[in-house]
Structures are given as structure tokens and as C-alpha cells.
């Protein structure tokens, strides 16, 4: 049965992947300024914003999810996200924590790579300043590199122990368009393979993190320019995690995701005399509130954090898709004035058999109805938009 997609944070010790893990999720994985806080991978659930069918058709006012929140057609969907230790120089040959770490990552579909910006942690998250974190995105990405190679050579064809499927090495064979035969292959030609594989397996999107810090903006020019901008994201792990949890206490108003942020002064100032309920922020908090928004808000538009799970949603090419019972009224049971409860999210070129599997698992399915009553095809791919609203009919056709 296909699995749920499964999103892994990577980066040397201090980069903040804990923090970032717990900034998208009500995970507490300990975070600490030192490096290995972490040892042990945390695996918890974050929400991946998505546009909801529920807009489409027009019935927003009906539309509650069983798992997360739908508000006006903007859908938050549960996703699985692994948090592991950190990896420096050399672990692919057991530095640090490292093969136990790249271990823990075999079943991750895509990384989210978490880069300290700010320059204040060197190669092996120790204190320092000026570091240029720009060489961190090019020897990780070489460490999993090397470490997919020395397994290979271990278990020669051994592909499947990544948790990759026969699609992914046929995507990898057919990217580089292999005419040699496997027992001609030079070890140039097994460098190239592993290398593709890896793009292909672990799809990465690189957290450009810490831009609170006034030394990060010269470092995330630097960086924008060297990468391919579209898999870059700057954000601040700390900002999201403070202003969720100020939020979550009463003290402000928060939208996830967004620069709109407001305190009981300012809803006071915008004629609300009661200040929206909100209780009175201490002179620390409000400072750095005031710090967040000037560095940050201002600045980049939002934290960023929840825009690196998008990110990462969308070079996986995870395609949400919406079971219903009815495809009329789009509910799941006999309560049709509830709609959408359910959604899954699907990794693209999936088709509506997999689909099929992943909801009903064996159950045997006589056919597959779409919106307007249409029957559709088992092979038929699910895309956002289209074959994505589905409902399964049981029974043995
Ligand atoms: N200024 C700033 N500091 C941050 C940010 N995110 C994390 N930190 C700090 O960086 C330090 C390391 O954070 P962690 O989240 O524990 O880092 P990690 O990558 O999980 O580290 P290991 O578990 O040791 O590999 C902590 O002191 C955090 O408070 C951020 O966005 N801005
Ligand atoms: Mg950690």
C-alpha cells in the first residue's frame, strides 16, 4: 500500500531543525545551543496548507475536516515530519552520529535542508562568527551522496533499502539515459548514477534559517544567488516557534504563514476597546515582537517556515485528493451538510487505483465515481484539479 509521504529535516548540529520541527508542529523535540541535542529522530505532524475542493464548489461554509482545519478554502493538512540528528563533515564514515543518522533518513521522500544563516556555527554547529554557511549546502549534500555509494557497494543493486521503489531507479536510469550495460559501468559512471539517485530520491529544499540575526541577510544574498532560488527559503525557526506559542497563550493574533500579526494595543488602536480579548504583553515580549516584525514581517512577508513545507510539498509534487462518499454533496456519510472531512495527499503520478488502496486498502472496488457522477478509470492520474475528488464504490464488480 502506498506510504504517507514523509518530509526528513537535515543539517549540521545547530542549524535548528528541532526548533523548526517544533515551530511546524506541537512537537517539543529538545532544542539546545549546542550540537547533538538531538539523538534519537522525532517524528511528528505538521500541517501542510493546501487549496481546499471546498472552494471550488463553492461550499466553504460546509467543509470541516476530520484531521486539521479548513478556514475559507485554505486547507491545512496533516504531514509527517522526521526531525534527526545533526551530520557533519565525514558521516558518512561514522563522524559524529553519522551512519546512524543517515540511516534514520531512508524513508524520507524529500529533505528539508535547515542552514544556519546567520554564520554563527561552523561546520560542526560549534559557536563561532563569519562562518560561510554556503559550503555547509554543498559538503551535506555531498555526505549523502557518500553515503548512498558505500551502501551500494556493500549491497551492489540494493536500491530498494532506501525505501525507493523500482519507479524511482527507472527515473534516475531514463534522467541519464544509460546506453551502457550494468557490468561496463566505471566507477565515474556509478558517480553519476548516485548522484541522480539521490536528487531523485530526496528531492531537497534548503531552509535558509536564522534571519532574525542581523549577520544572516549577506550570507542569504550570497546563497540566493549560488542556488537555484526556487529551492531556496529564508525563515526564522524562532520567530514561528514565539509567535505560535504567544498566540496559543492569548497574547496576540496570529495567521500562520502570514505577516499579520496583532497585539491587544493594536486592536485597541484599531477601535476595539476590549483589544480582542487579548491579554497585556510584558516590555520583553512586545520588544520582541517589535524586533520580529521589523526583521522579519516587514522584510521577507512572513517567518517562512510554512512556506519551506509547501516548498518541499511541491517538489515532491504531493497532489491532495479528496474521498467522499457522495459526490453531489461531497459528504463522507449520511450527515450531508458536512463536507470534505477527508483529504490525502498523494505523491504525483499517482493514479486513482493507488489512491484507491491507500483509503480502502483491500477492500475490493467495483468502480470509482468522479464529480458529476462520471465513472473513472483505476490508471487514470490524479492531479490538483482534476480526478481529485473521488468516491470509492465497494463491491465486487
Ligand atoms: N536566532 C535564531 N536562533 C535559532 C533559530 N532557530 C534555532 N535557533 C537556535 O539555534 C540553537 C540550536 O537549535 P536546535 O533546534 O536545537 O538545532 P538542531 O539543528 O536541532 O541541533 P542538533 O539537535 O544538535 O543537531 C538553539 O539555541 C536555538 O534556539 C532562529 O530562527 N533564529
Ligand atoms: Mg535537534
Redesign the pocket.
Same mark, same amino acid.
Given at each position: 500500500m502506498p506510504r504517507d509521504p514523509l518530509i526528513g529535516?537535515v543539517?549540521?548540529?545547530? =542549524?535548528?531543525?528541532? /526548533?523548526?520541527?517544533?515551530?511546524l508542529t506541537d512537537a517539543t523535540?529538545?532544542?539546545?545551543?549546542?550540537?547533538?541535542? /538531538?539523538?534519537d529522530p522525532q517524528r511528528a505532524i505538521g500541517y501542510l496548507q493546501i487549496a481546499c475542493a471546498c472552494e471550488r464548489f463553492g461550499v466553504q461554509d460546509k467543509c470541516k475536516p476530520n484531521y486539521g482545519s479548513c478556514v475559507d478554502g485554505r486547507r491545512s493538512v496533516p504531514i509527517e515530519l522526521l526531525?534527526?540528528?545533526?551530520?557533519v563533515p565525514g558521516a558518512h564514515q561514522g563522524r559524529g552520529l553519522g551512519n546512524k543518522f543517515l540511516d534514520d533518513l531512508r524513508h524520507a521522500d524529500a529533505l528539508i535542508h535547515?542552514v544556519?544563516a546567520?554564520g554563527? /556555527?561552523n561546520a560542526e554547529?560549534e559557536n563561532t562568527r563569519g562562518y560561510d554557511p554556503s559550503q555547509d549546502i554543498a559538503w551535506l549534500r555531498g555526505e549523502i551522496v557518500a553515503w548512498i555509494k558505500g551502501n551500494l557497494w556493500e549491497k551492489w543493486g540494493q536500491f530498494s533499502g532506501y525505501g525507493s521503489t523500482a519507479a524511482v531507479v527507472a527515473r534516475t536510469l531514463d534522467r541519464l539515459n544509460l546506453k551502457e550495460p550494468l557490468e561496463h559501468w566505471t566507477e565515474e559512471t556509478v558517480d553519476r548514477v548516485v548522484s541522480t539517485f539521490t536528487d531523485e530520491k530526496f528531492p531537497t529544499v534548503i531552509a535558509l534559517?536564522?534571519?532574525?540575526?542581523a549577520d =544572516?541577510y549577506t550570507n542569504l544574498m550570497k546563497i540566493t544567488k549560488m542556488q537555484d532560488p526556487n529551492m531556496v527559503v529564508a525563515?526564522?525557526?524562532?520567530?514561528?516557534?514565539f509567535l505560535r506559542k504567544m498566540a496559543k497563550q492569548g497574547y496576540i493574533r496570529y495567521t500562520e504563514g502570514t505577516e499579520f500579526v496583532d497585539t491587544r494595543e493594536d486592536l485597541i488602536a484599531d477601535g476595539d476597546p476590549d483589544g480582542g480579548g487579548l491579554k497585556e504583553l510584558d516590555e520583553k515580549n512586545k520588544n520582541t515582537i517589535e524586533e520580529y516584525r521589523d526583521m522579519i514581517l516587514f522584510r521577507y512577508g512572513s517567518?517562512g517556515v510554512v512556506q519551506v513545507l509547501s516548498k518541499a510539498a511541491e517538489i515532491l509534487g504531493l497532489v491532495p485528493v479528496f474521498p467522499v462518499r457522495n459526490v453531489s454533496t461531497f459528504s463522507s456519510g449520511s450527515d450531508t451538510k458536512v463536507a470534505f472531512r477527508d483529504c490525502v495527499l498523494v505523491k504525483k503520478n499517482s493514479t486513482v487505483g493507488d489512491v484507491a488502496r491507500k483509503v480502502m486498502g483491500d477492500a475490493p472496488i467495483a468502480y470509482v465515481e468522479g464529480v458529476g457522477g462520471v465513472r473513472v478509470s483505476e490508471d487514470a492520474v490524479v492531479t490538483a484539479g482534476k480526478n481529485d475528488v473521488l468516491s470509492f464504490k465497494i463491491g465486487r464488480g
Open positions: 529535516l543539517g549540521k548540529p545547530s =542549524a535548528g531543525k528541532s /526548533t523548526t520541527l517544533n515551530s523535540s529538545k532544542v539546545g545551543n549546542y550540537p547533538f541535542t /538531538t539523538i526531525d534527526v540528528a545533526g551530520l535547515v544556519d546567520s554563527r /556555527t554547529g534559517n536564522k534571519i532574525d540575526d =544572516a525563515c526564522s525557526a524562532k520567530a514561528e516557534l517567518t
